[in-house]
């Protein structure tokens, strides 16, 4: 079975643009958070989406934003990036809140950096 | 607000000795799961071990063990013959235990084992 997988694994942007970053969860998981981790801020937690909606939000700004689809794939966006916006940005998918003791698959990571 | 603290940013141990990993978190809930996850350097994080808060009984998955104390809202890992693998950074982690709330990660300890 397929691990969780993002995409790109590598990113460097300038001040100002945007982007957009991919998560496949495991086939049959229809639950995906994402997580930004930093060395001084550690690992926060960004959102998290469960059939297409989102169920739970950090305390992010407006600039972060996400989305799901039909196929539990899910993106997430950054807007007008900012250098604070420079770190690892984890994806974790679980088959549904509650089963399976509440565990997390994580992928690789997306490591973002703003320049 | 729930929180999760682990006071040794560093440890090391040697190869086959036993170490143990300390966190403590805040909360006033009952019923709760905590974690921990093991992030090797430039790999994916991993589940570790799991432990629900109304179980009294320790988890335990091999080598690794936990000393769960709830009314003392500490949750310690002991590894047990650690091998060169057992380097990575080791988060702990907690969550309600109920549907669309967020995981709180501790800041990680960096475990080295020395050879």
């Known amino acids: 079975k397929a691990g969780v997988t993002q995409t790109p694994r590598y990113l460097i942007k300038t001040r100002g643009q945007q982007v957009t970053l991919s998560c496949s969860p495991i086939s049959g998981h229809r639950s995906v958070s994402w997580y930004q981790q930093t060395p001084g801020q550690g690992l926060q937690f960004l959102f998290e989406?469960?059939?297409?909606?989102?169920?739970n939000k950090g305390n992010f700004p407006g600039r972060f934003s996400g989305r799901q689809f039909s196929n539990s794939r899910s993106e997430m966006n950054v807007s007008t990036l900012e250098l604070g916006d420079s770190a690892l940005y984890l994806c974790?998918?679980?088959?549904?809140?509650?089963?399976?003791?509440?565990?997390?698959?994580f992928g690789p990571g997306t490591r973002l950096t703003v320049l | 607000a729930q929180t999760v603290t682990q006071s040794q940013p560093e440890m090391s141990v040697q190869e086959a000795e036993t170490v143990t990993l300390s966190c403590t978190y805040d909360?006033?809930?009952?019923?709760?799961?905590l974690f921990w996850y093991k992030q090797p350097p430039s790999r994916q994080m991993i589940l570790v071990i799991r432990q629900e808060a109304y179980k009294q009984q320790n988890a335990t998955e091999n080598r690794f063990s936990v000393n769960f104390q709830k009314a003392a809202k500490s949750f310690s890992l002991k590894i047990s013959d650690s091998q060169l693998g057992d380097a990575a950074m080791y988060f702990c982690a907690y969550r309600r235990a109920t549907s669309y709330d967020k995981v709180i990660f501790g800041p990680g300890t960096s475990l080295s084992v020395i050879p």
């Open positions: 989406y469960f059939s297409e909606t989102q169920r």
């Open positions: 909360t006033s809930e009952s019923d709760y799961y």
């Open positions: 974790a998918s679980s088959v549904s809140p509650g089963l399976q003791g509440w565990e997390q698959f």
